[in-house]
T-cell receptor
């Protein structure tokens, strides 16, 4: 069974500073995908970034980067130059590459990020 | 915006009633997934539809059922509502065939309150 662990219920960061949100995962599959989503108070889950288990380089998307350490089974999200609009819940999620259950995302419990002016 | 729409945005029902939630997929997507998100929790997978058939199901009872239509829109039906069904219901669409990289794009959700 797959499991995602986000150990930080809440985080604070000063505006314009960088912040790292932690995510560890548990799987025995060789092929899998890791995702980060942002959920503002409005409720919509916004896709931020994706990392495949076979990707050699860490994924980056604008101010978002994923610090992927496969041996440690961690996929931390780094947000650079934080903005007030980054205040939201952030969810790490995982998907199997093939086989049973490859159709579903398994989510962590989330981290609430608050950006301070 | 993802192009995934859901209706209604909010809904109040009483215990024992039935409810239908609707989702319109992003253009070009052929797969729809439904998730339930209780307050303070991460989303939980309910089921997925591909080519109008249920393709996978999470740990939800049969009173949770769904449909996918030829235009890839979808419905989630919940019968015999229970108080614990109160949650945010999220629909996500994707394009099947990308393997582990298949990205699901979510709609704004429907907030269901069961009294």
């Amino acid at each position: 069974a797959q499991k995602i662990t986000q150990t930080q219920p809440g985080m604070f960061v000063q505006e314009k500073e960088a912040v790292t949100l932690d995510c560890t995962y548990d799987t025995s599959d060789p092929s899998y995908g890791l995702f980060w989503y942002k959920q503002p108070s409005s409720g919509e889950m916004i896709f931020l970034i994706y990392q495949g288990s076979y990707d050699q380089q860490n994924a980056t998307e604008g101010r978002y980067s994923l610090n992927f350490q496969k041996a440690r089974k961690s996929a931390n999200l780094v947000i650079s130059a934080s903005q007030l609009g980054d205040s939201a819940m952030y969810f790490c999620a995982m998907r199997r590459g093939i086989g049973a259950g490859s159709y579903q995302l398994t989510f962590g419990k989330g981290t609430k990020l608050s950006v301070i002016p | 915006e993802t192009g995934v729409t859901q209706s209604p945005t909010h809904l109040i029902k009483t215990r024992g009633q039935q409810v239908t939630l609707r989702c319109s997929s992003q253009s070009g997507h052929n797969t729809v997934s439904w998730y339930q998100q209780a307050l303070g929790q991460g989303p939980q997978f309910i089921f997925q539809y591909y080519r109008e058939e249920e393709n996978g199901r999470g740990n939800f009872p049969p009173r949770f059922s769904g449909l996918q239509f030829p235009n890839y829109s979808s419905e989630l039906n919940v019968n015999a509502l229970e108080l614990d069904d109160s949650a945010l219901y999220l629909c996500a669409s994707s394009w099947r065939g990308q393997g582990a990289g298949e990205t699901q794009y979510f709609g704004p959700g429907t907030r269901l309150l069961v009294l």
